[in-house]
T-cell receptor, first 116, second 109 residues
Framework: GAVVSQHPSRVICKSGTSVKIECRSL??????MFWYRQFPKKSLMLMAT?????????EQGVEKDKFLINHASLTLSTLTVTSAHPEDSSFYIC????????????FGSGTRLTVV | GQNIDQPTEMTATEGAIVQINCTYQ??????LFWYQQHAGEAPTFLSY??LDGLEEKGRFSSFLSRSKGYSYLLLKELQMKDSASYLC??????????WGAGTKLIIKP
């Protein structure tokens, strides 16, 4: 089946530093990947749609300069949280949808970011 | 606005059956998804409905009524490992996923 690999799974960083999260589709090509954020006991919130070879599409209220997205190849998208603050601490999840997946979106394993 | 409603929490007994409801109001409809999410983990795909009716997959079934803006996920022969959150999501006319807040299902022995 389709697999999306995401790492790191957990990261602790100091305020003011930047953190890069990688999302790879291992056995399929993904022209589009999605980045979500989830707070405890809350629903998934779409942050941005990553498009291979072009600029990402950000949801309203998401700072483009703070959450940098790069989708340089058909199998890799990265999310960089720049100048992280404690309020950026959250669970970040990427997903993609293989074209033959019966419409099921496949999710990465998620990244638990803690900013101290 | 767009809205997905599902109960916050449900409790059921091991071996029993439970039905988790989801109602939605979205701008357009291109399918409804159910996902299972264990605490601290990413969601995993359970089912997709785009036409009215019941889709059965082993112990799990999902039902859709587009005219009523309603779906349910039916879990049979409940096992302790079924304790998780169940997320309902609708794909709108722009092919964006609108997520419900999830239903936390607690299974008791």
């Amino acid at each position: 089946g389709a697999v999306v690999s995401q790492h790191p799974s957990r990261v602790i960083c100091k305020s003011g530093t930047s953190v890069k999260i990688e999302c790879r589709s291992l056995d399929f090509q993904a022209t589009t990947m999605f980045w979500y954020r989830q707070f405890p006991k809350k629903s998934l919130m779409l942050m941005a749609t990553s498009n291979e070879g072009s600029k990402a599409t950000y949801e309203q209220g998401v700072e483009k300069d703070k959450f940098l997205i790069n989708h340089a190849s058909l199998t890799l998208s990265t999310l960089t949280v720049t100048s992280a603050h404690p309020e950026d601490s959250s669970f970040y999840i990427c997903s993609a949808r293989p074209t033959d997946s019966d419409y099921g979106y496949t999710f990465g394993s998620g990244t638990r970011l803690t900013v101290v | 606005g767009q809205n997905i409603d599902q109960p916050t929490e449900m409790t059921a007994t091991e071996g029993a059956i439970v039905q988790i409801n989801c109602t939605y109001q979205t701008s357009g409809f291109n399918g409804l998804f159910w996902y299972q999410q264990h605490a601290g983990e990413a969601p995993t795909f359970l089912s997709y409905n785009v036409l009215d009716g019941l889709e059965e997959k082993g112990r799990f079934s999902s039902f859709l009524s587009r005219s009523k803006g309603y779906s349910y996920l039916l879990l049979k022969e409940l096992q302790m490992k079924d304790s998780a959150s169940y997320l309902c999501a609708v794909m709108d006319s722009n092919y964006q996923l609108i997520w419900g807040a999830g239903t936390k299902l607690i299974i008791k022995p």
